[in-house]
């Protein structure tokens, strides 16, 4: 028999070709952006590299026939879904990251504090629940993830990428303000004592 793959199976290979490349430029971008590598997304473009070879072996079988050709087209199948899973799991990986650090900060200095040097903060939030909605409404129904996780790459990743900046820029004011706030603190309770040690010293002269 023949080995050469079908129209369709050859069309969805080129697809497959475009999207991996376009996940690797996400990588790139996504570990400059979170300093350190999104490794299950990584895994994911693995798995579908293992059926790519599987597919390379299966087209030099010296026992290819019909049922050759099925399995080809069924780890083509599955070479598309690790590919989809590994851009999800980039989008889901910044959307975490983007949260915790969110949550880190207003943690450090204050909800109130960060709204002043962070005005967009009650904006962001919002935001954030907005994607866990969609993500938890998204594992729910299978159909709708892939638009689900498109308006997640299209809308909001450039946009907590773009308030990731302005927030580590604000971050710096943030802790100033901290640290001059906990030096005034720890001032008035130097006055606060020496003056309880003035009056109890006023009260023992006194009764003395």
Known sequence: MKKVLNERDIEKLKIIADKWNLIEKRLKIT????????????????YAGRKIVDIIVLLHSEDYDNETEKT??????????????????????????????????INDYGYD???TYFPQTSKIMVMLDEVKEVISISRENRP????A??????????????????LVASEKSMLLSKRTRERKDKILIFFAVIGIIVGISGV?????
């Open 72 to 105: 080809i087209s069924d780890n083509i199948a599955h070479a598309e879904q690790y590919c989809m899973n590994s851009d999800h799991d980039l989008t889901d990986g910044i959307c975490t990251f983007f949260n915790t650090k969110m949550e880190r900060v």
């Open 204 to 208: 023992l002269i006194s009764i003395l």
């Open 113 to 115: 504090n960060v709204c």
């Open 144 to 147: 709708q993830r892939v638009e």
């Open 31 to 46: 570990e400059k952006y979170r300093f350190e590598v999104d490794i299950p997304a990584i895994n994911e473009l693995r």
């Open 149 to 166: 996780y498109k308006k997640l790459e299209e809308e909001f990743i450039p946009k907590f990428m773009a308030f990731h900046k302005q």
